[in-house]
Nanobody, 126 residues
Framework: QVQLVESGGGLVQPGGSLRLSCAASGRTTFSRYAMGWFRQAPGKERAFVAAISGSGGRTSYAGSVKGRFTISRDNAKNTVFLQMNSLKPEDTAVYYC??????????????????WGQGTQVTVSS
């Protein structure tokens, strides 16, 4: 089993920035795992945010965050990041980190991921 632990969430004003981190531990060769970020707002389905291939060579973003969010990874530290800039109230959600052990590249469907973190709350409000 692989464990994923998110951190970096919190309360931020509109237009502000946050950087989320997700640290992987357990039985994993981290560089072989594609990684993704999803979010779930109250009353809504869990939605794709961003993904990155195992090597970090390819990334993908949801249209709603493209140009504002950046996904990156540090394989030496078994960590994936989500830099969130120009935050909007509609970005408020629980953000989840996920791992695809088969490295599908930049998977954007929930079923393509094998492991999930516990989530971290991001609230964008004045």
């Amino acid at each position: 089993q692989v464990q994923l632990v998110e951190s970096g969430g919190g309360l931020v004003q509109p237009g502000g920035s946050l950087r989320l981190s997700c640290a992987a531990s357990g039985r994993t060769t981290f560089s072989r795992y594609a990684m993704g970020w999803f979010r779930q707002a109250p009353g809504k389905e869990r939605a794709f945010v961003a993904a990155i291939s195992g090597s970090g060579g390819r990334t993908s973003y949801a249209g709603s965050v493209k140009g504002r969010f950046t996904i990156s990874r540090d394989n030496a530290k078994n960590t994936v990041f989500l830099q969130m800039n120009s935050l909007k109230p509609e970005d408020t959600a629980v953000y989840y980190c996920a791992a695809d052990r088969r490295d599908r590249g930049t998977p954007d469907f929930l079923y393509e991921y094998d492991y999930w973190g516990q989530g971290t709350q991001v609230t964008v409000s004045s």
